[in-house]
């Protein structure tokens, strides 16, 4: 999987291609909107107003709304648990 982290106008915009599957990332988000992950800290969580996923197995987009780093957000990435099963 190639997760690349781009910083927008809105936040921070994700795409993971390759060996990727939608409800992969759907229950990364899932987790992280619940607080039963840990891949980020709660400062971090604050920052971000929304989150979506969007696109299909092999090529799925995550946009996160808000005033996070794209740092921040690749940090958060190499911790996730369900990315680095």
Do not use: H, R
Not at 27 to 39: F, L
Not at 54 to 67: A, F, Q, S
Request: glycine residues 8%; hydrophobic residues 35%; proline residues 0%.
């Amino acid at each position: 999987m190639q997760k690349n982290v781009f910083k927008t106008d809105e936040g921070v915009k994700i795409n993971f291609t390759g060996v990727v599957e939608k409800q992969q990332i759907v229950k990364m988000v899932q987790n992280c909107a619940t607080g039963a992950c840990e891949c980020m800290s709660d400062e971090t969580k604050k920052k971000i107003s929304n989150m979506q996923v969007e696109g299909t197995d092999g090529n799925v987009e995550l946009k996160l709304d808000g005033e996070v780093s794209k740092e921040e957000i690749e940090k958060a990435l190499a911790k996730s648990k369900v990315l680095n099963k």
